[in-house]
């Protein structure tokens, strides 16, 4: 069964989400440390922060962080993966109602995430929390589909197997995005990044998309056969790669 509920979708995906969705390049805080004023002393919450991927790369920056994740298992697992920091707060909220003070945050972050959102409402949430003059972020890995072999035929596997893979895809929202800004100014920057995986990280990998079917779907083992197969005639030295446009939308909203 497809899990229309953007939030309780990924529930089932947790452990494979944790160990083989792609980080985001360093050159993304380089970005917002130069345009979006960013220091260790800015407050920022991470909306839809989920299992705390880009939630990390903040807190190692050393900043005080807010994790808004509403759904329970990622919540949990984002948890775990960043007991060690101190700064790190866990909230149950969404991207509409974050549950956080008025005006309390310097920035605002969205990694893989924003697609889900309701735009109108989580705009409003967004300049209710964020301190006048702070800045939203939002960012996404964009998979490149044509510029490999190996990802033109990953692609069509996508477009055979998966479940509701083309009503999801987050590239559908990105033509939004300037809507969700109006009527401040966006800007965007693209980053490269590479994620290369042995066969259990492509298996992996496809199985924390929200659109892979999973055991016990009848789509699930035909598709992992042609996974092995596509995995088998790409391979270097047991290693395919990812090539990710990393696209980041900052501005700030009045």
Known sequence: MVVKDSIQRFSSRVGNYVLYRPAYPSA????????????????????????????????ENGNRVFGVEPNA???????EFLRAYSQFSSVAGTAEDSTLAEHSVDLITAAQAAHWFDHEKARREFVRICRPGGWIVLLWNERRTESTSFLRQYEQLLLEYGTDYQEVRYERTIQQIETFFAPSPCQL?????????????????LLSSSYAPQAGDARNAPMLRELRTIFDAHQVHDRVTFEYDTRVYYGQLS
Not at 73 to 79: F, I, P, T
Not at 189 to 205: M, T
């Open 28 to 59: 993304v805080l380089n970005l917002l440390q130069k345009e979006c004023g960013l220091s260790a002393a800015s407050v920022i919450a991470d909306i839809a922060s989920g299992t705390g991927i880009f939630t990390r790369m903040l807190l």
């Open 189 to 205: 920057r693209i980053f490269d990044y590479r994620q290369e995986v042995d066969y259990p990280g492509l298996e992996g990998r």
């Open 73 to 79: 298992d990622m919540r949990h697992a984002g948890e």
